[in-house]
Each structure stands twice: as structure tokens, then as C-alpha cells.
């Protein structure tokens, strides 16, 4: 299937110029999204989920935030590029810059309409901070974000969903639940399938839980200006 995007250079909060995918939407505009990546950067499979929201409606932006550390990094799913994705997210990359990066394209989208944000494992984590952080959000739906369990206390500044597999073996219910428990007012949608569920390139990918999750995702924009 062929890419409906292109990279662009875009200049962030710090003076850095990072490869962001940008794709226009399919018939009228519903809004902007901000779509961020795995922990294996802007992958083939990053830039078709792009492409599939703009079939929806929207303009997306994808920004490559780990390309300060490694310019075009795309990992495959082998121990050994998991090792790599997991050394900058965890040891190279700040975890603010990645939610100053959000703010930057939301502001880009922001002069086109309602911006909506959505991210995947370590976007997942991001879409939460920048729910609670940044400035000019409609939306947001995250995916199985790691790092959720230690921003429980955010408060999310626009409606917000996330979702979760119960299956998953990096994310303890236990953390899940206490997202709840904290956040009534945040839906938190539990799927029977494990971590990557989205992910069709993934061994845990679970098609049904995919749609059904796509499906909230997209209900929760449209019931917020998109």
C-alpha cells in the first residue's frame, strides 16, 4: 500500500529540526491530529495508521522525536533494535522534550481548526502527558503507555480515553485500576489481548480489540469537534 504522506523538516521548542510525517486528510477537514509514535520511531506501520486517520478526516502529524538521537530511526521488532528503542527512550531521549514536541505540532494544527491527539506504547505515555500538559487539545486517546503508572496524579485538561490489554505483561492491572480509581471521568477501556495490540505487525496484535479501539477513538473526536 502506498504512503499518502511525506517527512518535512519542522523546527521545535529547543531550535531542533525533526522529520515529522504529514498527511492531508481524504474529503472535508474534520480537524488536526498529532499522532506519536512507538518506542520504534515513525515505522512504515506509524506512517499507515497517519494515512488511515486521514482517510478519516484529519490532517496528522508524526512527529520522529527521536530523531535528535538517532535521525531516522525506524526499529524492527528483533531483540536487538528493541534493546536500541528501549536505550533512547529510556536513557537518551527526555520524556518532556517528546511532550514539547506534541505542543509544537499542536500549535502547527491549531490554525486549522479543533486538534485531537492520539499515541502508541511510549506514545501512549506521551498522548497522557500532553492530555494534562499542553495547551489547545479537544481530545485524546492513548494506547497502553508505560509510563502512565507514574503520571496517575495529571489531571487531563480535555476529554480523554485510554485503552489497555489485560494480557499485557509491561502494564499491571493493579496500575490500570488505579487510573481508574483516580480518574472517573477519564474512560478507561480494558481490551482481551496483551501489549501492541494495534500493531499488525505485532505477534500480540488483536484485530478485534484494534477496530473496537479505533472505533471509541473516533467517536470520542467527532463528539469534540471533530
Known sequence: MALKGKMEKMKMSDGAEIGVYRVQPTG???GGLVLI???FGVTEHIMELCDGYAADGY??????IYDRESPNFQATYSPEDIQK????ARAEHPFDLSVADAQVCIDELKK??????TGYCYGGSVTWAAAGRCTGLAAASGYYGGNVGSMIDL???CPTIMHFGEKDHGIAMEVVNKLKAAHPDVKVYVYPA?????SDRRTDYHEESAKLAKQRTLELFRANGG
Do not use: M
Not at 59 to 64: C, R, T, Y
Open 59 to 64: 490532517e496528522v502529524l508524526g512527529p520522529a
Open 28 to 30: 472535508a477537514r474534520r
Open 85 to 88: 528503542a528501549i536505550k533512547i
Open 155 to 157: 489531571k487531563p485538561k
Open 112 to 117: 486549522r481548526g479543533a486538534v485531537f491527539i
Open 194 to 198: 496483551g501489549h501492541g495490540f494495534n
Open 37 to 39: 509514535q512507538e518506542i
